[in-house]
Each structure stands twice: as C-alpha cells, then as structure tokens.
C-alpha cells in the first residue's frame, strides 16, 4: 500500500508538473506550417500575456520570451558559456532594472520551429538568467501579427 502511495505521489507531481510548464509555455514544441511563398510558426500566449518558445541556437535548444522592446538577442550569461558565444566588445545597455554591461557577440544560426535567421546581432548580460530574449535584431528579419491569444511569425520564402 505504502508504495501504491509513493507511485501516486511520484505521478502526480509528474502530471502537475508537466501542466506548469505547458502553462509557463506552450510553445515547447512550436509548429511550423510551410507554405510556397512562407513559413509561419504561430505562438499561443501563455498565462502571464507573454509569448515563449523553445527554439535553436546554432543547434542547441533554448527558451526564448519575444521582447519586442529589446534591440538585440540577449542571452544570460550561463546560457552564452553553455553555447560558446564568443564576447565580444563591452557595452552598457539601459534594461528595465537599470544601466548594465554586456558583451557583443554574434549568433551564426538562430531557429524558431522551421525558420531559419543567420549571423544574428546579440548580447550576453552576466546579470540576467532565465529565457533568451529575442529582440528585434532577430524579430526585424520577420514579419509577425497578433490575432487573439495568438501571434504568428512569419518568414518569407526565397
């Protein structure tokens, strides 16, 4: 009975985990609908209004928040040693939370679901953990749009 109990337990927390993240994001495995002219990958909103996503860079998966606010990539900095982005030259950056310093550096290949963006400008800031921020040095090389609780990229083919 005690380990009836114990195997009850440990699949619960199993289960009620894997809702938590689905709600945190659901995105963990976007999509991609391939057409002639575009590929498109739509995103639903998760509880908190925000739009996440399990993507790629240069071959390794990693958890992006779309921030439209945001100029560059920024990625954390244990997430950059992770990937061996290269630092490049030192710079100070105005975030919500205040100036901070951050290193330049350059993504070769970024992948949200089937679309596909090459030599990316980026940031690696020591002070940040958590999701990749995908700014519009990524965001500006494709077209998106919102309707209701979703948003779509969208990269033209060709």
Request: aromatic share 6%; charged share 20%; no cysteine.
């Given at each position: ?65 779309l921030d439209t ?70 965001l500006g090389q ?17």
């Open positions: 009975m005690t380990a009836g109990v114990v195997l009850g337990m440990v699949f619960l927390t199993f289960f009620f985990g894997e809702v938590e993240e689905d709600r945190r994001n659901p995105n963990s495995d976007p999509t991609s609908r391939i057409y002639a002219e575009s590929i498109e990958v739509p995103l639903k909103r998760n509880r908190q209004g925000h739009y996440m996503l399990v993507g790629q860079i240069n071959g390794e998966d990693v958890v992006f928040l606010g945001a100029t560059d990539v920024v990625v954390p900095e244990s997430t950059a040693r992770r990937l061996g982005l290269p630092y490049g030259m030192r710079g100070r950056a105005m975030t919500a939370n205040g100036p901070v310093t951050i290193y330049q550096t350059r993504i070769d290949e970024l992948h949200l679901g089937e679309i596909r963006l090459i030599n990316i400008d980026a940031s690696i800031n020591p002070n940040m953990e958590g999701a990749i921020l995908l700014g519009m040095s990524a494709i077209e998106f749009s919102q309707q209701a609780d979703t948003l779509t990229l969208k990269q033209k083919s060709g």
